[in-house]
């Protein structure tokens, strides 16, 4: 049921970034950041990686949580937007 995936991190929001990280080290968005940039500095994305190297990307989050991966990635985009069941990850991802 969607409502009882949505009340699940509801509940869990306010110490999701402290449990993912702290407590489990969670480095996925870092991971996925650093194969990225040596994607963009080895040239296998050839033309494609103005696009992140000017800026002129837009992003979207789906299932963003409280927003880590948009974090790590916000600098390479002109527009980020999250997108998550939860409202209340969704607060915290816009502190």
């Not at 103005?50 to 927003?67: K, V």
Request: hydrophobic share 40%.
């Amino acid at each position: 049921e969607p409502v009882y995936v949505e009340e699940l991190f509801d509940d869990y929001a306010e110490r999701f970034d402290k449990e993912l990280v702290d407590d489990l080290q969670y480095k996925g968005p870092q991971v996925c950041r650093c194969l990225l940039d040596r994607l963009l500095t080895g040239g296998i994305l050839g033309s494609s990686a103005r696009h992140f190297t000017s800026r002129t990307a837009r992003a979207i989050d789906l299932g963003c949580g409280t927003g880590l991966s948009g974090l790590a990635f916000q600098e390479l985009a002109s527009y980020l937007v999250g997108v998550d069941i939860s409202g209340k990850m969704l607060e915290f991802a816009r502190k």
